[in-house]
């Protein structure tokens, strides 16, 4: 079974920073894509950053571009997003994905098989 899980998620101030990991089990990380996504309340996941299966290339929404920051270390099998300059609107659950095959679309969530459960962020003062 092919597993993720993310971490790292919590309380901050605006201004502030979390990484999340996103560590995979039961399959071979750097063969995948990566992407990372989030949904707040009452409104639809929406695709922040992806990152290809060598982290040559990575993507960023306009949202967060210059903000965060995505990578993986495939030595660990595991992805992060560093998030800085924290605003409360990015408050919201995230999620990491992996998929074998999505290449430019890759923040298009219905394109990922594999989810983790996701982890809680909230910005608020």
């Known amino acids: 079974q092919l597993q993720l899980v993310e971490s790292g998620g919590g309380l901050v101030q605006p201004g502030g920073s979390l990484r999340l990991s996103c560590a995979a089990s039961?399959?071979?990380?750097?063969?995948?894509?990566i992407g990372w996504f989030r949904q707040a309340p009452g409104k639809e996941r929406g695709g922040i950053s992806c990152?290809?299966?060598?982290?040559?290339?990575?993507a960023y929404a306009d949202s967060v571009k210059g903000r965060f920051t995505i990578s993986r270390d495939n030595a660990k099998n595991t992805a992060y997003l560093q998030m800085n300059s924290l605003k409360p609107e990015d408050t919201a659950v995230y999620y990491c994905?992996?998929?074998?095959?999505?290449?430019?679309?890759?923040?298009?969530?219905?394109?990922?098989?594999?989810w983790g459960q996701g982890t809680q962020v909230t910005v608020s003062s």
């Open positions: 990152i290809s299966s060598s982290g040559g290339r990575t």
């Open positions: 039961g399959f071979t990380l750097g063969y995948y894509t």
């Open positions: 994905a992996a998929d074998l095959t999505v290449q430019e679309m890759c923040m298009m969530g219905a394109l990922y098989a594999d």
